[in-house]
């Protein structure tokens, strides 16, 4: 079952659209054992939330996969380890909609034209800097909650945006303070975003 699993997402990733892509995605191999899916680099793929697990190859940013509200995992986790370079392949995991967090304007268009065509949700909150404001975080959360048919993946250029976002999410659904600044910390959540996390809960 599992051979045949494989055999089926490596046709479909053959046919998928040859088109230009920014390379956001993947740096580990799908391994014909679901037990044993390891990186490129043959390092077992990590199965919780940490600055490695959500690092993509390069320079290219970070990303968590959401596959229910309330909960991140690693997005290769999703992938089963499989490469991903051409965004639109996304969808061949069950992917329904991206979040992109911070990213230019430019930058934010050529990521729409990818996913859109591919039949996905896509869905950009500039951001200036590295700490949202409350309408951003409201529009997150509700985008979140709202998603339905498969995991959403949600990514940033920064680490910290990343965390401060998804730590924002986690206190607007009623996490206690000091879980969510402990999750937040392993993802890149700095000293002065936990500060004005702490201070926003207060006022």
């Known amino acids: 079952m599992v051979a045949v699993r494989f055999l089926l997402l490596s046709s479909l990733l053959l046919l998928a659209e040859s088109a230009y892509a920014c390379g956001w995605w993947g740096d580990g191999e799908m391994s014909r054992n679901d037990s044993d899916i390891t990186t490129h680099d043959g390092h077992p793929l990590e199965q ?3 600055l490695k ?3 993509l190859p390069g320079k290219m940013g970070y990303g968590i996969a959401v596959p229910e509200p309330g909960r991140a995992i690693p997005y290769l986790l999703v992938t089963l380890g499989q490469p991903i370079t051409h965004i639109n392949e996304l969808k061949v995991f069950g992917f329904r909609s991206v979040i992109d967090l911070g990213s230019s304007e430019q930058t934010a268009h050529l990521h ?3 996913i859109e065509p591919a039949g996905m949700q896509y869905f950009n909150v ?11 975080t409201g529009f997150f959360n509700r985008i979140v909650v709202n998603a339905h048919n498969g995991p959403l993946l949600v990514y940033a250029p920064r680490a910290e945006l990343l965390a401060v976002m998804w730590a924002s999410y986690r206190i607007r659904l009623g996490s206690s303070m000091e879980f969510t600044l402990r999750e937040g910390r392993t993802l890149g959540l700095t000293e002065e975003q936990e500060t004005e996390l702490r201070n926003r809960k207060h006022r």
Not at 126 to 136: L, S, V
């Open 53 to 55: 697990s959500m690092k």
């Open 126 to 136: 500039p951001i200036e800097g590295d700490m949202p404001n409350r309408k951003q």
């Open 112 to 114: 729409r034209s990818e």
């Open 48 to 50: 919780s939330l940490s």
